[in-house]
């Protein structure tokens, strides 16, 4: 177990582009990181390098004091979960779990005795002298963690290890890991690009853009704080609606309604020379006027164009006359976007299950004024309220 | 597999039956003339064409004379020149070809290209033209005449063959497997020894068939690069066969040398048939 540092990490390509620039990470140790953003945004090759499978073009990277930059794969004592799980065919599940300790020259008795101890917590103890092929996808999961479990690495480094298993299956997994991580307390980097995943699992979260690290911070900051559109689109599900504003005195004039700003809110916008500006609310801060009582905030009327039925909660769909425009955002929709119904100019609303919200009919909604984001249309960035710390 | 009409397989039928028998009428026809006394070899009975196929007085005497003065009898000699010369060849190009087709489909290196055409060009080129330069050069350097003489040609004709085979194994054998044994503690050699050789046995073992049948068939230059049977190999040393007379061909004596010399390729490629199980890799990945 130990900690992790990446020290201004850059991996430049032979052709000149860059796939992580300049990343700068302190994973403690017994930390559960997690590295997000769209695909493409460097995580796997950051991760990569964490692991020795790429060289590092710049910086340096140090595991507990010693610094790694040039040591092979095999000299890091770090154990990697592949997204295809790597599983070795024609061993079987014993011999896959084996591999590690066999290699590091372990004598038998102790690689017995580990690898009946990973079987027990991973629950393969029936599987242990049957092929990989004749696994299902789970099991072929659990036992490459197992393969990264005997060990007792310096730190388990994980690539979308539940990307390929189907939605059920991935939640149950993902218990798994957090369990599994829980009980070890082995420092592990978790690469993924669902930001479910990222929320419930890590002690604090990475978000990349573009090779860039975004934001890092515990699932909650990131949620509620997010320094720009980025983050603030990719981090919540669905994601957060953006719209232009303009903004007269305490008045923020949205395409729908207008509301009156909190005083924090009011003096973070006055020290900021203000360009063009846009606001963000996320779906779960609207509700049916009626659920709502007399609760401060501004009440409007909308036409409902979408609804979708949860069960436990409503999503409704409503159009804004006005358009948005952001190089982040439309990064996020190129890559998320598919997972929303909202299209462009299109505001989701989360509302309680009691809601007698119904299609094409219209709607009095509510707002919480004081979960408005103010984001610099320009630069992306998000203009903090005063006094947030 | 989608199910046949009756209409068709008995077109697949007669079409596999045709094939058989074009492809096995000769050695049957060859196991026939080895079975035969030299006196029936050349004579046409009048039994008409099975009476032809299936000698009345079948006899193993051919067989037995290949073999019976020993080692300086016309065949156990070249029988075992055959072999080790075939098998040592096999095996130094499976070694070699292994490496070279890892390097070529793991690693980027300059003279990739030039290497693989290299390889190609060198497989294409027309082997006569090699061998009389070939005779000076082994007479000058000693290799005339030697198992080392023979075997160097028959490494440098099937390599590329060699090469070209297991390069299209090694290309579907997942890159993240050995990455896996590497983050594992595996050296990058252990990585390819205990990972990659195992999942690539099939592509070895048809390499293996293939520079084999080339080295235990060849006849050319077992024919220019041989004097004597301290390495003439069994192709060559068919053709110093003797009949009874001058003016007999010794028919019979070739046929059952013939069929002999085929065993052991019917073994080798029996024995790793098995071997050669497809899916292998099955189950390393997400299936």
């Known amino acids: 177990m130990s900690e992790i540092t990446l020290d201004k990490i850059t991996k430049r390509f032979p052709d000149g582009t860059e796939a992580v620039k300049q990343l700068d990470l302190d994973i403690e140790d017994g930390e559960f990181l997690i590295l997000v953003g769209p695909s493409g945004c460097g995580k796997s090759t950051a991760l990569r390098m964490i692991a020795g499978l790429e060289d590092i073009s710049d910086g340096e990277l140090r595991i507990g004091e010693d610094v ?8 890091r004592d770090i154990a990697m979960v592949f997204q295809n799980y790597a599983l070795y065919p024609h061993m079987t599940v014993r011999e896959n779990m084996a591999f590690p300790l066999k290699m590091a020259k372990v004598d038998q008795e102790t690689i017995d005795h580990q690898v009946e101890e990973a079987a027990k917590i991973l629950d393969l103890t029936e599987h242990l002298d049957r092929k990989p092929s004749n696994l299902s996808g789970g099991q072929r999961q659990r036992v490459a963690m197992g393969r990264a479990i005997v060990r007792e690495p310096k730190a388990f480094l994980m690539d979308e290890p539940l990307s390929n298993l189907d939605a059920k299956l991935r939640v149950q997994m993902r218990a798994e890991v957090s369990r599994i991580q829980n009980r070890l307390e082995t420092t592990t980097v978790y690469v993924t690009h669902d930001q479910t995943e990222a929320m ?28 720009n559109l980025f983050v603030a689109g990719f981090i919540g599900s669905p994601s957060m609606n953006f719209m232009p504003v303009e903004l007269s005195g305490r008045t923020a004039k949205l395409p729908f309604c207008e509301v009156e700003i909190t005083e924090a809110m009011a003096q973070g916008l006055e020290s900021h020379s203000a360009g063009s500006l846009m606001v963000g609310v996320r779906p779960e801060h609207f509700e049916d006027a009626k659920l709502v009582g007399d609760q401060p905030g501004p009440t409007f009327e909308v036409e409902v164009s979408i609804l979708e039925s949860m069960g436990s909660e409503l999503y409704i769909y409503f159009d804004m006359d006005a358009e948005v425009r952001a190089e982040q955002l439309d990064e996020l929709a190129a890559d998320v976007g598919s997972e929303s119904t909202a299209e462009e100019g299109q505001v989701v609303a989360r509302l309680d299950a009691t809601s007698e919200a119904r299609r094409g009919e219209r709607l009095e909604l509510w707002m919480d004024p004081e979960k408005l984001h103010f984001f610099d249309l320009d630069s992306g960035e998000r203009i903090a309220p005063a006094g947030e710390g | 597999m989608e199910t046949r009409s009756p209409q068709e397989r008995i077109i697949w039928l007669l079409g596999l039956i045709v094939v058989i028998f074009y492809a096995l009428f000769p050695v049957l026809w060859i196991i026939s003339l080895s079975l035969k006394t030299p006196a029936t070899v050349t004579v046409k009975p009048d039994e008409g064409f099975w009476g032809t196929l299936v000698p009345s007085d079948a006899t193993f005497k051919n067989y037995e004379a290949l073999f019976k003065d020993g080692l300086d009898g016309p065949f156990l000699k070249p029988l075992i020149n055959s072999i080790g010369i075939a098998l040592i060849a096999t095996l130094i190009a499976i070694v070699l070809a292994s490496f070279a087709a890892y390097a070529i489909a793991r690693l980027e290196f300059p003279g990739k290209t030039l290497v693989l055409g290299g390889a190609l060009a060198i497989a294409m080129f027309p082997p006569i033209s090699t061998v009389g330069p070939l005779f000076d050069m082994w007479r000058s350097l000693g290799l005339y005449d030697t198992w080392p003489g ?26 993240d497997l050995e990455q896996a044994a590497q983050v594992d503690g595996a050296t990058p050699f252990q990585a390819f020894r205990k990972v990659i050789v195992p999942l690539a046995t099939p592509g070895m073992f048809t390499a293996a068939i293939l520079v084999f049948i080339f080295a235990w068939n060849d006849f050319l230059f077992a024919i220019s690069l041989t004097s004597s049977d301290a390495s003439r190999t069994v192709p060559a040393a068919l053709a110093f066969f003797t009949g009874d007379s001058q003016f007999t061909q010794p028919f019979a004596n070739i046929a059952a040398a013939a069929v002999i010399v085929t065993i052991p390729i019917i073994v080798f490629v029996l024995i790793f048939q098995r071997r050669i199980v497809a899916g292998l890799t099955s189950g390393a990945v997400k299936g």
């Open chain 2, 150 to 175: 023979l075997i160097i040609p028959y490494l440098s004709f099937s390599l590329p063959l060699a090469i070209y085979t297991l390069v299209a194994f090694f290309r579907e054998i997942p890159w």
């Open chain 1, 68 to 75: 790694v930059n040039g040591k092979a794969p095999k000299d």
């Open chain 1, 200 to 227: 419930t699992l890590g002690d604090r979260v990475a978000v990349m853009r573009k090779g860039e690290l975004q934001q890092v911070g515990s699932p909650q900051e990131l949620y509620e704080r997010p320094v």
